[in-house]
């Protein structure tokens, strides 16, 4: 009988994975410090450890919870370190697993080569340093188009303020929204532009490029959709095509939802025109960004729980975006349908998912809901005597805070400031968490499967 042989893996492999959770913690660190200076702040104001802490791991997470007012507490030079730790997150996360390969000095996995050969045609010796200055390029290219339409809309609506202030705000907001942080640099957060439909617009869609990934923007960026030959044009993957229906599915779904629980709600006393938008804008916002133009601690639990589904599921794989990401929700849906219709193989877009993909998508909601519930377990007991903001129940507004931690999202109904200390460290935590925790098991993924010999006798069990 030939027994179980472990594959021998390097120890630079090893050591290299620890370096993203280095990486982050290191960049945390220097934040915080950096943010409890009094150079940082307004007159008469003072952060203390805590919340520097708190929001230095907000801003590296891109998750945009936090417990102080960031245009009343931080001068611009104090905006000027939280807008430099977004962009580092963004970027760290986005290119982080191409990062890993280039410092071990190994190529990309055949899997990941057959996705960018069908998306760019034929690459001899592909390296992932080509991967990744798509990734910069692609960063630098849509924050600064993002930058100049909001500048240039800007202008238009507030003539009365000066240009360099537009200026700061457009930059802040264009690298918040693309990197999906949520943080603003405004009192209320984007109600400040909730009548400006133009820079919702560009808002939105810097959010949703951030948030369906690398891979499928490069994608979109060599298929010429509207040619007819097929060689010319180039082909969609299979996870592209995943990314963009469920991503559209979502967004239609949320707005839909949000629509009628809000009609007279927190979208009421506005026209028909910003019922719509503003609804749109917050089913976009919930899965990945966590700005707001309506008052989310006035929301009907209804509508509240809904936003708790979209921020759990989250963004796609490679993006700025949190949460379970929208591959394993559809695989775990993809495979449900395939159950009930009795079929052995799961099918989607006339392609097979491999097995090993239904399990880890299985794995990773699995472990998504018991860190949830972990989160709101701690919190429930560190938050039993605070108030619950404005949200009329005190479990949902614990609830929502702990789904908007782990999905770094970064909505909130108010509670973010009204957390006790404690409270605040189990937030940060769980913000770190829910952003190192998917990369590091994405990357644990990708090592070789154990070699397994010896296949037990087969024996079917009941179900429900």
Known sequence: MKSRKKPSFSRKFEVDLRLLPLGFMSVISIGTFLLTLPAMHNPGKYVEF???????????????LTTLNIAETFNTLG??????????????????????????????????????VSTFGSMRNLQPKDIFFYSCLFIFVLESIGFIAIFILLTNYCPEQSTASLLWQSAFH?????CNAGISIYPNGLMAWREFQGVLIVVEILIIAGGIGTLTLINLMYYKFWKRDALTRGQLTLQSKLILSATAVLIIAGMFIILCLEWGGTLKNSGITNHVHWALFQSITARTAGFNVVDVGQMHPHTLLATMILMFIGGSPGSMAGGIKTITAAIILVTAWSVLKRRRDVEVFKKRIPSGSVSAAIMLMVLAAMALVLCLSLLMI??????????????????????SALGTVGLSTGITPLLTTAGKFIVTLFMFGGRVGPLLLAFYLTRPV?????????EDVALG
Not at 50 to 62: M, N, Q, R
Not at 174 to 178: G, N, R, V, Y
Request: with cysteine; net charge negative.
């Open 50 to 64: 805590t919340d520097a802490l708190f929001i230095a791991t907000s801003a590296t997470c891109v998750t945009g």
């Open 79 to 116: 905006q000027g370190v939280i807008l430099t730790l977004i962009q580092l997150g963004g970027v760290g996360i986005m290119t982080a697993g191409t990062i890993f390969v280039f410092l071990t000095g190994n190529r990309l996995s055949l899997a990941t080569e057959r996705v960018i």
């Open 174 to 178: 264009s690298i918040s929204a693309f």
């Open 382 to 403: 560190t938050e039993s005597n605070q108030p619950a903001s404005e949200t009329s129940l005190r479990w949902l507004a614990i609830a929502f805070e702990s789904v």
């Open 450 to 458: 154990y070699p397994w010999h010896i296949r037990y006798p087969e």
